[in-house]
T-cell receptor
Framework: DAGVTQSPTHLIKTRGQQVTLRCSPK?????VSWYQQALGQGPQFIFQ???????QRGNFPDRFSGHQFPNYSSELNVNALLLGDSALYLC????????????FGDGTRLSIL | QKEVEQDPGPLSVPEGAIVSLNCTYS??????FMWYRQYSRKGPELLMY????GNKEDGRFTAQVDKSSKYISLFIRDSQPSDSATYLC???????????FGGGTRVLVKP
């Protein structure tokens, strides 16, 4: 049973560019959340998708946007990249129903030059 | 002040010792509590998931929640070098699903 899978594993971009990160949830999961984890810190919530809609959003600018597809997979898009966007981007999925625990993928490490 | 506080460590213990980790939080609306383990260059792995105050045991791991004190703990018995990792506490409000994390505690178990 495959867990949460993310691609690519590493990415190097320059300031001002745009990036798209991808996530496939664990089998049977329908809710996908995205987190940003800076080095040495805990993950910070970006947003959550359910039924192809953004259900909840954290304190991130509009440069961060996302999408969920009918098969529950998801994309995170970041425009106008800044040096401060360098981080590990984590995707988590959870089962149908309220108050379900979230399971994480291994993330995409994004470096901005 | 952060909503969830966690000592960053590092916490160094000899193999076989009990590892004791804890987090404090300020928002009484948090109802669900988790502990994750994160190895270097990997994503967080769910270890424990609890709701009510009290203890929950799973193998060598015991999670403790004290909602009245806004304090949660994780104990690891018979620690192994493979337990060396960063441990993250996380929590969310009822029907919220947005996880709020502590900063993580780095643990080193020495053979």
């Amino acid at each position: 049973d495959a867990g949460v899978t993310q691609s690519p594993t590493h990415l190097i971009k320059t300031r001002g560019q745009q990036v798209t990160l991808r996530c496939s949830p664990k089998s049977g999961h329908d809710t996908v959340s995205w987190y940003q984890q800076a080095l040495g810190q805990g993950p910070q919530f970006i947003f959550q998708y359910y039924e192809e809609e953004e259900r909840q959003r954290g304190n991130f600018p509009d440069r961060f946007s996302g999408h969920q597809f009918p098969n529950y997979s998801s994309e995170l898009n970041v425009n106008a990249l800044l040096l401060g966007d360098s981080a590990l981007y984590l995707c988590a999925s959870s089962s149908p129903g309220l108050n379900q625990p979230q399971h994480f993928g291994d993330g995409t490490r994004l470096s901005i030059l | 002040q952060k909503e969830v506080e966690q000592d960053p460590g590092p916490l160094s213990v000899p193999e076989g010792a009990i590892v004791s980790l804890n987090c404090t939080y300020s928002n009484s609306a948090f109802q669900y509590f988790m502990w994750y383990r994160q190895y270097s260059r990997k994503g967080p792995e769910l270890l424990m998931y609890t709701y009510s105050s009290g203890n929950k045991e799973d193998g060598r791991f015991t999670a403790q929640v004290d909602k009245s004190s806004k304090y949660i703990s994780l104990f690891i018995r018979d620690s192994q070098p493979s337990d060396s990792a960063t441990y993250l506490c996380a929590m969310f409000k009822a029907a919220g699903n947005k996880l709020t994390f502590g900063g993580g505690t780095r643990v080193l178990v020495k053979p």
